[in-house]
Structure formats: structure tokens, C-alpha cells
């Protein structure tokens, strides 16, 4: 697999899957465009890639993709004139029930995990089109099983499931492979917005429980999800398009009550 001089385009890019993305294609010699809107965390992961010797300087873009589209995509195409990849790895949760979810709640997690990726896919189209590139979308295990207390994530990673399926077919014929890999539980502070500190012993105890829902027993690492997402980003994938591609230890095919 090679990305040496292949612009990729990273959303959700300051922290978790996104930022172990990040450096991974940056290691690879690729021009990328990085996308987040947490300035300190940003700090951390372009200080990594730094360290690690690349010579490249990403393009780091504070932005949030629900309302940023356009700026985003005008300033990677600015920047490098082109776009061979895109990830759209940002989405958060706000747990909830039928019950208990509120109506704000539920419109802002389908303006970021749904709407922002689909806008700004769309306005990426038109170069991924003009490279014969690809998209990867960073979905969730929540959008092939039903999971308790996160009904607006588990909908929006559904909507998230179907819309690369439906890319897939739409671009096809015109050399654009669209994918998604769908994650179980990474430990990550991805569950800071589900309230948990990831440096406390709660965190620590429910880290314990979710790894025994995993057939394979334990929960996964950012770097597992990054090498999904590289394989289908990659040459190597030329034949796929249009996969749902669970990394999750076995959850898939359990009960996530264990």
C-alpha cells in the first residue's frame, strides 16, 4: 500500500481513530489535510507527527464540519490543488433513550455524524472524481446492531451505513470507491461525551465490562481501525466499494448485552 504524495483529507482529526490516522498516513509520505476543532488536542497530534520525523507539514484546519464544508474542502484544494482520500472519521454521542433523548440532542448529532458528511462528501466528489479516489467513512458497530441508551448515534451511524453503500453505487462508474469501517469499542476518549473520564476507574471498570462483550476479549486499539481504513483506501482494495467493514473483536456476532 502506497499513499506517498496522495492528499488525504481527515475529519475528526485531533483525537482517537482520527488522530492515529493522522500520523499513520503522514508516515506514509502523504500530503494531508486534517480536520477538528479541539486547538489543544490538534497541538498533541501534529507535536507526534513532528516527532516522528516527517518533513511534510499538514494542512490543519480548525473547523467544524456541520457548518465549515466549504471552507474546509476550498482550503485543501487551495492548499494542493487536488484530493485523492477522504476520511470522514468526526461524529460524537449524547446518550438517550425513546425516552430521555432530547430534540436538540438528537439534531445536533445528525448535523455532525449525517448532514456534515454529507455536505462536505459532496462538494469532495467533483476532485475525488478528478483523481479516481476514494472515500472511507468511519462508522460504528452501532450502526449494524441496536445498542441500548444511544438511539441517535446508533441512527445516525445506520444513516452513515446506507449513505456509503448508496456513494458507492452512485460513483462507481465513474472510478470512485466508497467504504466504511465500522468500529466496536476502541479505547479512545472518544466516551469523554459519554461522560466517562478516560483516566478514572469508571472508565478503567467500564473498559473491563465492554471488553467482555467482545468474542475476541478485550476492547481495540486506534491503530487496528487505521489499518482497515488504509487497506480500503489503498490500491489494494480496487475491487471493493460499497463494504461495511466491522472491526470489532466478534461483536457483530454477539449479543452487546454479553
Do not use: W
Amino acid at each position: 500500500m502506497s499513499f506517498e504524495g496522495k492528499v488525504i483529507l481527515i475529519t475528526g482529526a485531533s483525537s482517537g481513530i482520527g488522530a492515529a490516522a493522522a500520523e499513520f498516513f503522514a508516515k506514509q509520505g502523504s500530503l494531508l489535510a486534517l480536520v477538528g476543532r479541539n486547538e489543544e488536542r490538534f497541538s498533541k497530534v501534529i507535536d507526534k507527527i513532528k516527532e516522528s520525523g516527517v518533513e511534510a507539514e499538514p494542512l490543519v484546519i480548525l473547523a467544524d464540519i456541520s457548518v465549515d464544508y466549504e471552507r474546509i474542502i476550498s482550503e485543501t484544494i487551495e492548499r494542493y490543488g487536488r484530493l485523492n482520500v477522504l476520511i470522514n472519521n468526526a461524529g460524537f454521542a449524547i446518550p438517550g433513550t425513546i425516552e430521555s433523548t432530547r430534540t436538540e440532542d438528537f439534531d445536533s448529532i445528525m448535523s455532525t455524524n449525517v448532514r456534515g458528511t454529507f455536505l462536505l462528501t459532496q462538494l469532495a466528489v467533483p476532485h475525488l472524481i478528478a483523481t479516481k479516489g476514494n472515500i472511507v467513512n468511519v462508522s460504528s458497530i452501532c450502526g449494524l446492531r441496536t445498542f441500548p441508551s444511544l438511539l441517535a448515534y446508533c441512527m445516525a451511524k445506520a444513516a452513515l451505513d446506507h449513505f456509503s453503500r448508496i456513494v458507492a453505487i452512485d460513483l462507481a462508474a465513474k472510478g470512485v470507491r466508497c467504504n466504511a469501517v465500522n468500529p466496536g469499542v476502541i479505547d479512545t476518549n472518544f466516551h469523554d461525551c459519554l461522560g466517562f473520564d478516560k483516566d478514572s476507574v469508571e472508565y478503567a471498570a467500564i473498559m473491563d465490562q465492554y471488553a467482555k462483550m467482545h468474542p475476541i476479549g478485550r476492547v481495540g486499539e486506534s491503530d487496528e481501525c487505521v489499518n482497515a481504513i488504509a487497506f480500503l483506501a489503498s490500491d489494494s482494495a480496487g475491487f471493493i466499494t460499497g463494504v461495511n467493514l466491522p472491526v470489532d473483536g466478534g461483536l457483530n456476532e454477539k449479543s452487546p448485552r454479553g
